[in-house]
């Protein structure tokens, strides 16, 4: 596996610029030579409606690093070890990160506007903004069943469970631990505290054994109407961000969507080879193949949804 390289400021500020350039085109109208596929139309919508509070979102982003003092050179730090910390993977990379990173910001400005106020404090928005970058970070391109199945040290060490999270919680706060890299220095040990368990709970809850159950729990509170702890908006935000895909602009939702089947087609090389050694991996090949053809229909099923509307266009 390739590991991204060390950068300067000026071109991992380059690279984010890109990434969150890339995003916001995604989110902007649809063109009339891309048409979305009825499906999703109705989640494109609801995302074009909130395109001119992205300026906002940024102007918040700043706002977490004056309310905390964030020293310049610190964050610079943090950001290249959390770039290098990223592998080249198809999809799970630093450009998925700030992707992430990006439709976080999205969230949070649609959610402080949405009655008129802050619904979260600023040491709120520094845990979501620290979890979205480091919430795949070492991500090696395999999953946890893989990981399990494998026998690999990860799994011994986090026991089976939620064993990629846990490890990408684990390397965030390990970068933090070097003052170097600390962008949480300022902050009170009760604040510290604080952002650590919630950053925590936001990346532990990414993992997809939990998707059904945080589904339930958001319906749950949006039909209730009750109160909402903190914690919980922070976890849904972020697992929305991180399943936010499927609402960019096409073309750019289809080429997530195939470098996704490529990191799953790499697996499923890798554990039908293991396989072949009798590691004991072949019903986790066979999984990641169906997975990644899965994927590769629904992409050509929308693909050709597109294709015919345009046709019924002109
Ligand atoms: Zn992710």
Known sequence: MVRA???GPEHLALLVDRAAADHSRALRGPSPRTPYPPTLARARRAHTAHRARRRRAASQEQGVISAFNMSKDTLSNFLNVVFAGYHNNPYHNFQHAISVLHACCLLLSAGNQSDGKRT???LHTLALLVAALGHDIDHPGVSN??????GSPLALCYNDESVLENHHAATTFTLLADKRNDILETLEPSERRIVRQLVCKCILATDMAHHSELVRQITRLGADHTAVEPVDVLTSFLHLADLSNPVLQFPLSKRWALLVCDEFSAQARCCAAAAACGAGLASAAAAAAADARSLRRRSARLSSACRS????RT
């Open 120 to 122: 979260l404090d600023p």
């Open 145 to 150: 069943a893989f990981i399990v199945n494998s």
């Open 309 to 312: 509307r345009r046709t019924t």
């Open 5 to 7: 390289a060390g950068v």
